[in-house]
Antibody, heavy 120, light 110 residues
């Protein structure tokens, strides 16, 4: 059974950088059949796809966040990472990592999510 | 890229059918057969129930079905059950966006 688990700080100060880790179990990040995505959810904007990474390190980002986002991968640890800089209150959200089928454009499964609050 | 448009809520009695619409554009739903639907219970992560417009993942009851016409996709829940009360989100591939989501629809079981 494939499981994803997000980890990272629950509180970030304005202008700082958010760093999150997604640990994958039950499947190899090195599989060529999947991208590995970050998605966030807040009451104001709903669900928003942030970006994905392929095991080769290739990335693709939401154009509206591209200037602030970096996603990286460590295949040896079966983990991938999100960095989002210049955080503001508008970035307060539950952040999810999810497996993203290349062939079906379907996010499955998702991690349980981690709430990140931006506040001084 | 604008979010997809869904009704805020729909309701039905147990055993009835409800349909949720998801309206997009020729840049997303109208251009690709990559529409997926997600069910989210309070405090839980979304779970895929339909992908590629009308395919059901293993384990998803067949009372959930999906369809698409032009720039509008639909999710139908037949034989509504109490456990179907949840938020439902549509999602479409949109070229430059791997996924564009709808605003969500709350299904209320009366």
């Amino acid at each position: 059974q494939v499981q994803l688990q997000e980890s990272g700080p629950g509180l970030v100060k304005p202008s700082q950088t958010l760093s999150l880790t997604c640990t994958v179990s039950g499947a190899s990040i090195s599989s060529g059949d999947y991208y590995w995505s970050w998605i966030r959810q807040n009451p104001r904007k709903g669900l928003e796809w942030i970006g994905y990474i392929f095991h080769t390190g290739s990335t693709y980002y939401n154009p509206s966040l591209e200037s602030r986002v970096n996603i990286s991968v460590d295949t040896s640890k079966n983990q991938f990472f999100l960095r989002l800089c210049s955080m503001t209150a508008a970035d307060t959200a539950v952040y999810y990592c999810a497996r993203d089928s290349i062939y079906d454009n379907c996010f499955d499964p998702w991690g349980q999510g981690t709430l990140v609050t931006v506040s001084s | 890229q604008s979010a997809l448009t869904q009704p805020r809520s729909v309701s039905g009695s147990p055993g009835q059918s409800v349909t949720i619409s998801c309206t997009g554009s020729n840049s997303d739903i109208g251009a690709y057969n990559y529409v997926s639907w997600y069910q989210q219970h309070p405090g839980k992560a979304p779970k895929v129930i339909i992908y590629d417009v009308n395919k059901r993942p293993s384990g998803v009851p067949n009372r959930f079905s999906g369809s698409k016409s032009g720039t509008t996709a639909s999710l139908t829940i037949s034989g509504l059950q109490a456990e179907d009360e949840a938020d439902y989100y549509c999602c479409s591939y949109a070229g430059t966006y791997r996924g564009v989501f709808g605003g969500g629809t709350k299904v209320i079981v009366l």
